[in-house]
């Protein structure tokens, strides 16, 4: 990149991945830019995995060469950097609490998300025993919002929320029918707004995969 596109991080990203997601959610309320490089997971390109060797989404970029590789990290970065709708709070307020919480949702929830989402590769109780475990936490979220403001991350949407929230959407989307039925008015409430906000629609937007000599394409749009 030449020019003016040198002052934007680099966001390697892929539409559906929930870490990405959450890393885009972040990006776009805090009016940062960026130059968005959507991949396919199947296909790789060199430059991304030069970039990043651990070769997984989301990855940021930045225009000092400085690279940062997680998802929370992406969010907290750009949160930090403007943080207009004061999503930052609950971190600022109880550091410890949020990172107990989102070493669990991308520990063991993400383990019992996938063994769920992908029972086929396994014995077929392990993927009851995962929606069973996963399910647990899900109903312990589902408490968290209905005592308290209808958010995780105080009386408005914020951290949490977002990082949560794709993971959640996930979870729904490997068996709606079952995941409706869930006595989580709570919760269904929560991802129901989320589905419907300008939120997610901003986040979602398909773009072509990127490839070497492609114009730069600048999120949010």
């Not at 680099?10 to 009016?31: D, H, K, N, T």
């Not at 940062?32 to 959507?38: A, G, P, Q, T």
């Not at 609490?97 to 014995?123: E, M, N, V």
């Not at 209905?146 to 990082?163: E, I, K, N, Q, Y």
Request: proline fraction near 6%.
């Amino acid at each position: 990149m030449t020019g003016q596109q040198q002052i934007y991080p680099v966001l390697w990203s892929f539409r559906r991945c929930p870490y990405a997601m959450r890393a885009r959610l972040a990006i776009a309320a805090s009016r940062s830019r960026v130059w968005l490089r959507e991949i396919l997971l199947r296909d790789k390109p060199d430059a991304f995995i030069a970039a990043s060797p651990k070769a997984t989404v989301p990855v940021l970029v930045l225009p000092d060469g400085a690279v940062i590789e997680e998802s929370r990290d992406i969010m907290i970065w750009a949160l930090q950097n403007s943080d207009p709708q004061g999503w930052l709070s609950v971190w600022q307020n109880d550091q410890l609490f949020c990172t107990r919480f989102l070493d669990h949702l991308d520990g063991p929830f993400k383990q019992h998300l996938d063994h769920y989402k992908y029972a086929s590769r396994f014995a077929a109780e392990v993927g009851e025993e995962s929606r069973r475990m996963g399910a647990e936490f899900l109903a312990e979220i589902d408490q968290k919002l209905a005592a308290g403001s209808g958010f995780l991350s105080g009386p408005s949407f914020g951290l949490l929320d977002a990082a949560t929230l794709p993971f959640v959407r996930q979870f729904r989307g490997v068996d709606a029918n079952w995941f409706d039925r869930r006595d989580w008015p709570a919760l269904h409430h929560w991802l129901g707004m989320f589905l419907a906000s300008e939120h997610f629609a901003a986040v979602m937007h398909k773009y072509p995969p990127w490839h070497v000599g492609d114009s730069a394409l600048l999120f949010p749009a």
